[in-house]
């Protein structure tokens, strides 16, 4: 089956910067889609990033365009996240994914189209 497995979270001040690394185990997920969520207290999960599986192609939400980069090292089996200018409202548990099917160009933003998930990593953004 596989699996994924977060790291990186941490408490950081508003301004700071964090990087989320997702390292799968048990399979390759080399040919798939990868994407990061994030989940706030008492808010439903969000699309922050995703990047295709040959990693040229990504995709952002809205709000975090410009502050977070998605990049991807098959070789190591390892989908990072960048995150600078972190705002208290970029905290959440934050989720990797893989997509439901390889190959799928450019990568989905829907939490549907994913079938592997991590156990997250918290995000801690004081003001």
């Known amino acids: 089956q596989g699996q994924l497995v977060e790291s990186g979270g941490g408490l950081v001040q508003a301004g700071g910067s964090l990087r989320l690394s997702c390292a799968s185990s048990?399979?390759?997920?080399?040919?798939?889609?990868m994407g990061w969520f994030r989940q706030a207290p008492g808010k439903e999960r969000e699309f922050v990033a995703a990047?295709?599986?040959?990693?040229?192609?990504?995709y952002y939400a809205d709000s975090v365009k410009g502050r977070f980069t998605i990049s991807r090292d098959n070789a190591k089996n390892t989908v990072n996240l960048q995150m600078n200018s972190l705002k208290p409202e970029d905290t959440a548990v934050y989720f990797c994914?893989?997509?439901?099917?390889?190959?799928?160009?450019?990568?989905?933003?829907?939490?549907?189209?994913?079938?592997?998930w991590g156990q997250g990593t918290q995000v801690t953004v004081s003001s």
């Open positions: 048990g399979r390759s997920f080399s040919t798939y889609g």
């Open positions: 990047i295709s599986w040959g990693g040229r192609s990504t």
């Open positions: 994914a893989a997509d439901r099917y390889s190959y799928r160009v450019p990568p989905p933003s829907r939490e549907y189209d994913y079938a592997y």
